[in-house]
């Protein structure tokens, strides 16, 4: 078999303390998982039903500067706990949730907020403010192997030091395995699948210049630089 030309290079990201890497298939960020972003956001933080959105997986930025993007002037930080799955299918059970996933990492929902405020408003889809070139800053996967399943924990962003988003994982709306749960209802997970797990309040703007530090406790810190 042929190619009509060369087909994209997998996208794949570092796995914390060992050498393979997590070859990623799609990616799912779940909408309004914190109470207090919700409310900053002009929503009722209720527990309704979660809902999702995707990203595309070469929108998953590794390493280098940050390419501020075009069309837009208010692109702002979302800090998130992401779930890596390692086998999925579909209606999984909340109690077997956990067996599909292979660790966790800390990522950045960027987001074009003028855009998505625009697509809100008009009842337009959300890809041009979620789903962009380098939208999804990720660091290394820590295997749950090594840390278990956290539960709780500090989930921070700073910008050149300073404090701007913070909240505890204890505080997901859905959980991580409720969330895999209802998504196995929708969509069928499989091996390479990451979810976007939601962001605490304090979102907000970067400009070029910044430096933005995501951590979630028990994983590797992710640093980016807006260029
Ligand atoms: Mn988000």
């Known amino acids: 078999m042929s190619f009509l030309f060369d087909p994209a290079a997998p996208v794949a990201v570092p796995i ?8 990623v ?15 900053e956001m002009g929503h009722d933080p209720d527990r309704e039903p979660p809902f999702f959105f995707q990203k595309n997986p070469d929108n998953i930025h590794l390493s280098g500067g940050w390419p501020y993007p075009p069309g837009t002037s208010d692109v702002h930080h979302e800090i ?7 086998s999925g299918g579909v209606d999984i059970p909340v109690s077997e949730a956990l067996d599909h996933v292979f660790g966790y990492g800390v990522g950045l929902d960027m987001t074009r907020r003028d855009l998505q405020g625009e697509a809100k408003q008009l009842g337009r889809p959300w890809e041009v403010g979620k789903a962009f070139e380098h939208s999804a800053p990720m660091g290394g996967l820590t295997p749950s192997s ?4 956290p539960t709780s924990g500090a989930i921070w962003l700073e910008i050149d ?4 988003q913070e909240g505890d994982l204890g505080q997901l709306i859905w959980k991580v395995p409720e969330t895999i ?19 605490p309040s304090g979102v907000g703007p970067v400009s070029r210049g910044n430096v ?7 994983l590797e810190d992710l640093i980016v630089n807006v260029v």
């Open 16 to 23: 914390v303390g060992q050498p393979e890497l997590f070859p």
């Open 25 to 39: 298939r799609r990616v799912y960020c779940v909408g309004r998982n914190y109470a207090a972003h919700a409310i």
């Open 80 to 86: 998130e706990l992401v779930v890596a799955l390692r």
């Open 146 to 149: 090594r840390i278990g399943h």
């Open 161 to 164: 030091g300073q404090r701007r």
């Open 181 to 199: 749960a209802y998504l196995s209802g929708l969509f069928r997970l499989a091996p390479g699948d990451l979810i976007m797990t939601g962001t």
């Open 212 to 218: 933005l530090r995501g951590h979630v406790d028990g």
